[in-house]
């Protein structure tokens, strides 16, 4: 018998079991018998908490979307110069890459998952918007510094984008991150 816990702590406990076994064994092949027993729990328990698998999915990828935005509007945020906070976002991502192994790989697994189900595609969509967009104002923010030359600040900002998801891509896979961890630059 589980000893009881508030909500939100029986939800969390539910949600990392959950990603443990999206990444594990995929998003089709994992049953919510497998997320109960992963937790600890019955599958009643789960479902006390989750209506679906599906619920339980897109619980995950906006509780990483929700994780990203608020480390990208505290960043932005700050007063800082443009080429201070560029550089504070691009470390932090390869840093919790590095640090959370799981976060790439569950990233891979939302990929898969967006081919398969469209309102998942849209969501994914919709939120690759809002965070391009955030980085975008950067940019424009950049320019008025007169740091910056004037560019499609979108397509640049997608671009960016890009690269992140680029490198946690090879993240997953495990490749050495050493380059972009220690840069280009001969130590002086």
Do not use: W
């Not at 909500?7 to 018998?33: K, N, S, V, W």
């Not at 994780?67 to 390869?94: C, N, W």
């Amino acid at each position: 018998m589980t000893r009881h816990l508030p909500e939100q702590a029986r939800r969390q406990q539910i949600l990392e079991a959950a990603r443990r076994c999206f990444i594990e064994a995929g998003y089709h092949p994992t049953r919510m018998d497998d997320i109960a027993k992963a937790a600890s729990l019955s599958k009643g328990g789960v479902y006390f908490h989750f209506k679906s698998k599906q619920e339980v999915f897109s619980s995950l990828v906006q509780e990483e979307f929700d994780a990203s935005m608020e480390f990208l509007e505290r960043g932005t945020a700050q007063d800082e110069p443009i080429m201070v906070k560029m550089q504070t976002i691009g470390q932090h991502y390869v840093s919790y890459f590095d640090q959370a192994p799981d976060a790439p790989r569950f990233f891979i697994v939302m990929g898969e998952m967006a081919l398969r189900d469209s309102e998942l595609s849209k969501k994914l969509l919709q939120m690759q918007t809002t965070f391009i967009k955030q980085i975008a104002a950067l940019l424009e923010q950049g320019a008025q510094e007169g740091l910056l030359r004037e560019v499609d600040y979108l397509a640049m900002a997608a671009v960016l984008k890009a690269l992140i998801d680029g490198v946690e891509g090879l993240n997953a896979l495990e490749f050495r991150m050493d380059l972009i961890l220690n840069g280009l630059a001969t130590r002086a």
